[in-house]
């Protein structure tokens, strides 16, 4: 099962502040919406995702169709076939992607330490 790139999603408490922050390390902003509080940052193969308010808590994310530069791929396992193996495996997933659709998509799953799993597939 390839679950696609990966990086982490960090709950902050302050976006501006955060951002200052990660950009000391080296960090670029590669994408997101300062206004809407959400950041994508990049230091050279290694990405994170800043996110004001809208995750609990930090969480390990994977994006099927996307290389390591949010550049699509031309062949990816989608997020509904993803779905279907890990629900084969006896895993119980927190949120599900819709079977009925084609796309973009996103399912949740919880690992044994409460730490949350994020696969979010945001190209057809």
Same mark, same amino acid.
């Given at each position: 099962?390839?679950? +696609?790139?990966? &990086?982490?999603?960090?709950?902050?408490?302050?976006?501006?502040?955060? *951002?200052?922050?990660?950009? /000391? $390390?080296?960090?670029?902003?590669?994408?997101?919406?300062?206004?809407?509080?959400?950041?994508?940052?990049?230091?050279?193969?290694?990405?994170?995702?800043?996110?004001?308010?809208?995750?609990?808590?930090?969480?390990?994310?994977?994006?099927? +169709?996307?290389? &390591?530069?949010?550049?699509?791929?031309?062949?990816?396992?989608?997020? *509904?076939?993803?779905?279907? /193996? $890990?629900?084969?495996?006896?895993?119980?997933?927190?949120?599900?992607?819709?079977?009925?659709?084609?796309?973009?998509?996103?399912?949740?799953?919880?690992?044994?330490?409460?730490?949350?799993?994020?696969?979010?597939?945001?190209?057809?």
């Amino acid at each position: 099962m390839k679950l +696609g790139t990966f &990086s982490i999603s960090l709950a902050v408490k302050d976006i501006v502040v955060s *951002r200052a922050f990660y950009e /000391k $390390l080296g960090f670029e902003k590669v994408g997101g919406e300062l206004d809407q509080k959400w950041l994508i940052m990049r230091n050279g193969e290694t990405t994170i995702g800043l996110f004001q308010g809208m995750f609990e808590n930090n969480c390990l994310t994977f994006n099927p +169709g996307w290389d &390591s530069q949010a550049e699509p791929l031309e062949e990816f396992e989608d997020v *509904r076939v993803i779905q279907r /193996k $890990l629900k084969e495996k006896g895993l119980t997933l927190a949120t599900e992607a819709d079977e009925s659709t084609t796309g973009p998509a996103s399912l949740i799953l919880v690992d044994p330490d409460g730490n949350p799993i994020l696969i979010d597939q945001h190209v057809q």
